[in-house]
C-alpha cells in the first residue's frame, strides 16, 4: 500500500478535488488519502477561535457561516447536495468552560472533518470504493492541546486493526493533522501537521512510500516566492531533509522524517498539477551531500537576549532555568547563540512569546527585537555570504564549516 497526503492548496477549490480524484484512480496500490483543511480554512477558523475568546459571538458565527458557505459552494459545484450527501455541522463547537487551546483544537480540526467528507462522499460517487476515517476515534493522542503527543502504541493497534478489516482493493480518505483523547475531545498536532499524520500511517502500515503532493515541482533549493532562479533538488538523504525541513523549509514537516526512517520508507515530494513529474525522493540511499546552495527563510522570529543581573557566567549556571522557561511556554526555537554573560534565542513569533518575556525578566534582564526572519544558507561560501548580507540590516549571525544562519531585520 502507498500513502498519499495532499495539502490545502490541492484541495481549495472544486478543480482541485477533482484532480484528487484524478491521481487517486491512477494509482496501482491500496491507498491511504490524508487530506488537510480546503485552501485558508485553518486560519479562518482561528480567526473564529480568537473572536469568541474576545466575546465577539456574533462576529464569530459570521465568520463560522462564511466557512461553511465556502464549503457549500464546492460541494454544489461537485454536484454533491449539502445536508442529504453531507450532513453539515450547524453548531460552533465552542465551550466557554474550557480553556482557550482546547476550545481551538475543537474548532480548528472541523476544517479537516468538513475537507475529507467532501472528498470522500466525491470519489464514492466516481467509482471508486472508499472508506471515510474519523482521526479522533483512531489516532490516540494526550491533551496537550495544539501539540498533542501521539500514543504510538494504542494509535498503531488501531489503525492496523482497521486496515486488515476493510475489503480490497481500496481507499482510505483520513484527516491530517488532527487526532483525540481518550475521553472523546479534538487534538491537534501542531500546524502543518498533516505531513506527520502522513509519515505516521507510512509507518504503521508499513507503507511502500508516502507522497506528499504539493504546488511546487518537489524541494527546491529556495522558496520560489523569494528567490527566481530556483532549482529541483531530485534526491536527498533523511539526514538532510530534517536539516532542512528544522531549518524552516516549508516543503516538508520536521516531524515528518523520523517515522519514515525508522522503516526506510522513502518519501516522495511530487507535484499535484504533474503528476507525472519525477519530484523529490528523500530515502536511505538518497545523494547527498546536496551540491548546491540551499536558501531557507523563517518567518515572523523573535530574537531574545538574556543576561544574569548579577553578571554570572549565564552559560554555566542558568542554561537549564533558561530553556526549562522557553519550553514550559511552548515556544519554538530556531537559532542558539552565547556569550560569557549573555545567551540568544531566536524564536517563532507567537501568543506565547510575551508571557516568556515576563518570567524570564523575574530571573535576568531581558532584552528583544521583533519583526525579524532567518535566513539559513546550507552549502554557503564567503561569495555567497556577502551577498547574503548586502542590504540587510543583520541582528545576528553563525557560520559553521558549510552552513550560514542571518537573522535579517524584516524590510
Known amino acids: 500500500m502507498k500513502?498519499?497526503?495532499?495539502?490545502?492548496?490541492?484541495?481549495?477549490?472544486?478543480?482541485?478535488?477533482r484532480n484528487v480524484e484524478r491521481i487517486v484512480r491512477s494509482a496501482?496500490?491500496?491507498?491511504?488519502?490524508?487530506?488537510?483543511?480546503?485552501?485558508k480554512t485553518t486560519n479562518a477558523l482561528e480567526r473564529v477561535v480568537e473572536a469568541l475568546a474576545a466575546g465577539q459571538e456574533e462576529k464569530a458565527l459570521a465568520q463560522w457561516v462564511d466557512?461553511?458557505?465556502?464549503?457549500v459552494a464546492i460541494m454544489k459545484e461537485l454536484g454533491l447536495r449539502p445536508g442529504a450527501d453531507i450532513r453539515l455541522q450547524g453548531e460552533i463547537p465552542?465551550?466557554?468552560?474550557?480553556?482557550?487551546?482546547?476550545?481551538?483544537?475543537?474548532?480548528?480540526?472541523t476544517g479537516e472533518i468538513l475537507s475529507t467528507q467532501i472528498i470522500a462522499v466525491y470519489l464514492l460517487k466516481q467509482g471508486l470504493s472508499v472508506e471515510w476515517w474519523n482521526m479522533?476515534?483512531?489516532?490516540?493522542?494526550?491533551?496537550?492541546?495544539?501539540?498533542?503527543v501521539v500514543d504510538d502504541k494504542t494509535s498503531r493497534a488501531v489503525i492496523r486493526s482497521g486496515w486488515e478489516r476493510a475489503g480490497r482493493p481500496h481507499i482510505v480518505v483520513a484527516q491530517g493533522f488532527i487526532g483525540g483523547t481518550a475521553d472523546g475531545y479534538r487534538t491537534t498536532l501542531g500546524r502543518e501537521g498533516s505531513d506527520y499524520t502522513a509519515a505516521l500511517m507510512g509507518n504503521y502500515l508499513d507503507?511502500?512510500?508516502?507522497?506528499?503532493?504539493?504546488?511546487?515541482?518537489?524541494?527546491?533549493n529556495a522558496d520560489p516566492r523569494i528567490e527566481p532562479n530556483t532549482v529541483l533538488i531530485p534526491s536527498l538523504r533523511y539526514q538532510d531533509a530534517v536539516e532542512l525541513a528544522y531549518s524552516g523549509a516549508q516543503v516538508i514537516h520536521p516531524k515528518s522524517i523520523r517515522p519514515l526512517e525508522n522503516k526506510r520508507i522513502p518519501l516522495l515530494v511530487k507535484p499535484f498539477g504533474d503528476p507525472d513529474a519525477s519530484g523529490s525522493?528523500?530515502?536511505?540511499?538518497?545523494v547527498g551531500p546536496i551540491d548546491i546552495p540551499v536558501y531557507i527563510w523563517r518567518k515572523n522570529q523573535i530574537l531574545i537576549t538574556m543576561r544574569a543581573k548579577d553578571f554570572s557566567?549565564?552559560?554555566?549556571?542558568?542554561?537549564?532555568?533558561?530553556f526549562d522557561i522557553i519550553h514550559r511556554n511552548r515556544l519554538k526555537v530556531s537559532l542558539i547563540q552565547s556569550s560569557a554573560v549573555t545567551i540568544s534565542v531566536c524564536v517563532d513569533d507567537s501568543r506565547f512569546v510575551a508571557p516568556t518575556i515576563e518570567e524570564l525578566k523575574s530571573r535576568f534582564n531581558v532584552s528583544y527585537n521583533d519583526h525579524l526572519s532567518l535566513l539559513t544558507i546550507r552549502g554557503t561560501t564567503p561569495e555567497i555570504l556577502e551577498q547574503a548580507k548586502k542590504g540587510r540590516m543583520i541582528m545576528l549571525s553563525q557560520t559553521t564549516r558549510r552552513t550560514a544562519r542571518l537573522v535579517v531585520k524584516e524590510e
Do not use: C
Not at 507503507?207 to 527546491?220: F, N, P, R, Y
Open 3 to 17: 500513502v498519499y497526503k495532499f495539502g490545502g492548496a490541492s484541495v481549495k477549490d472544486a478543480d482541485g478535488v
Open 67 to 71: 466557512i461553511i458557505d465556502f464549503h
Open 313 to 322: 557566567f549565564v552559560l554555566e549556571e542558568s542554561l537549564s532555568e533558561i
Open 281 to 286: 525522493r528523500i530515502a536511505e540511499d538518497g
Open 207 to 220: 507503507a511502500e512510500s508516502v507522497t506528499i503532493w504539493k504546488d511546487v515541482q518537489g524541494i527546491l
Open 94 to 109: 465552542y465551550d466557554a468552560r474550557l480553556p482557550y487551546d482546547q476550545n481551538y483544537d475543537q474548532i480548528v480540526s
Open 136 to 148: 479522533p476515534k483512531l489516532l490516540r493522542t494526550d491533551a496537550t492541546w495544539r501539540e498533542a
Open 28 to 39: 496501482d496500490s491500496d491507498l491511504m488519502v490524508v487530506i488537510s483543511a480546503m485552501g
